[in-house]
């Protein structure tokens, strides 16, 4: 049984910063690819960024170069950390894990099959 839980969320004004993390409980931790995403409400969930075992990242193209993913495998955990934030981020945030995910689909939430409960990002202006 593998268990997603994300922290860190809150109110923020823009411009400012922010760091979620995201433990994974189950499995091999060092094997999973971790993807965060988001969704705004009347929106579709939208891809943030992803780490894979190897630590390759990859990123959404409306969040490259303020928001960076890493992960720490002897606590289980990927870290989000958010810079130059703007109201438009604002959403609930979402982690996902799952191995398996070949490069082409890692930014598709359809191919995660474990996922937390979500944490929401506020971003005033």
């Known amino acids: 049984q593998v268990q997603v839980v994300e922290t860190g969320g809150g109110l923020v004004q823009a411009g400012g910063s922010l760091r979620l993390s995201c433990a994974v409980a189950?499995?091999?931790?060092?094997?999973?690819?971790v993807g965060w995403f988001r969704q705004a409400p009347g929106k579709e969930r939208e891809f943030v960024a992803a780490i894979r075992s190897s630590r390759h990242t990859y990123y959404g193209d409306s969040v490259k170069g303020r928001f960076t993913i890493s992960r720490d495998n002897a606590k289980y955990t990927v870290s989000l950390e958010m810079n130059s934030l703007r109201p438009e981020d604002t959403a609930v945030y979402y982690c996902?894990?799952?191995?398996?995910?070949?490069?082409?689909?890692?930014?598709?939430?359809?191919?995660?099959?474990?996922w937390g409960q979500g944490t929401q990002v506020t971003v005033s202006s």
């Open positions: 189950g499995g091999t931790f060092s094997r999973f690819t």
């Open positions: 996902a894990a799952d191995t398996g995910i070949i490069l082409s689909s890692i930014g598709n939430h359809r191919h995660y099959d474990y």
